[in-house]
């Protein structure tokens, strides 16, 4: 899951980066409501975990800026505001939850997948394309029914494509939001990625699904 952390604690952005990695989520990193708010515009996001009492943009003006339905990340406030009237005005805002510092580690990451469950209302659960289906709370993707055996990077690069039908994405727009933007990992291995995943659907007579276009990149028409 692709997880964006805003929090303006150095040493707490970079331990809770840390951690939020080793429990298995792509964490971007942002320290002011202003940085956070261009990774938003620029990247999908499942999750985003956020203080309120940050520079130059506090989170209350980042909650009130996310689109009110369609590809909207679920929000976790994590902040040390732990008056009854700051978790209220979070949440009508739009957080999801909302969790007081100082706190367990443990809690986050379970609320976090505890977000994650909740179905999205203004989105299909399941993505389809013929005989193709690809589902996020499953993280399974079939055809007809059959397994298609994805490893997880390629099943983020799937549900990319089949999100945005039609639209070319480069490597690098592909290595920055299924591994995220600060990936040391090669925008070559993209490469890698997509010959096994075309491979796995061309086995399953989808030949041809993933398309490419000289200096475009990669799409599914």
């Known amino acids: 899951m692709k997880l964006l952390l805003v929090e303006d ?18 964490v ?12 938003l515009s620029s990247y999908d996001y499942e999750l985003v975990v956020l203080d309120l009492m940050l520079p130059r943009l506090d989170g209350i003006a980042v909650l009130r800026s996310l689109p009110s339905g ?4 679920r929000v976790l406030v ?16 739009g957080a999801d ?22 179905p999205q209302q203004a989105q299909p659960v399941v993505l389809t394309h013929g005989a193709l289906s690809w589902d996020p ?17 390629e099943f983020a690069v799937l549900g990319l494509l089949l999100r945005h039908r039609g639209r070319a994405f480069t490597r ?33 007579g989808l030949q041809g699904m993933i398309e490419t276009r000289r200096g475009a990149g990669y799409l599914i028409p």
């Not at 909302?98 to 379970?110: C, G, I, R, S, T």
């Not at 709370?137 to 990077?153: E, F, I, K, N």
């Open 78 to 93: 994590l902040s040390a505001r732990d008056q009854v009237a700051d978790r209220i005005e979070a949440l009508n805002a």
């Open 28 to 39: 971007d990193a942002a320290q002011d409501g202003v940085e956070a708010k261009g990774f």
């Open 137 to 153: 709370l499953s993280q399974s993707a079939t055809v007809d029914g059959h397994p298609l055996g994805l490893t997880p990077r």
């Open 70 to 73: 369609g590809r909207r990340p």
């Open 9 to 26: 604690s150095e040493r707490l952005r970079q331990t809770l980066r840390h951690g939020l990695q080793g429990a298995g989520f792509t």
């Open 172 to 204: 690098l727009e592909i290595l920055e939001r299924t591994a995220g933007s600060d990936t040391e990992v090669s925008d070559r291995s993209v490469e890698v990625l997509v010959f096994g995943l075309r491979r796995k659907l061309d086995a399953t």
């Open 97 to 118: 939850d909302y969790l007081v510092k100082p706190f367990a580690f443990d809690e986050l990451v379970a609320r976090l997948h505890a977000l994650s469950r909740r």
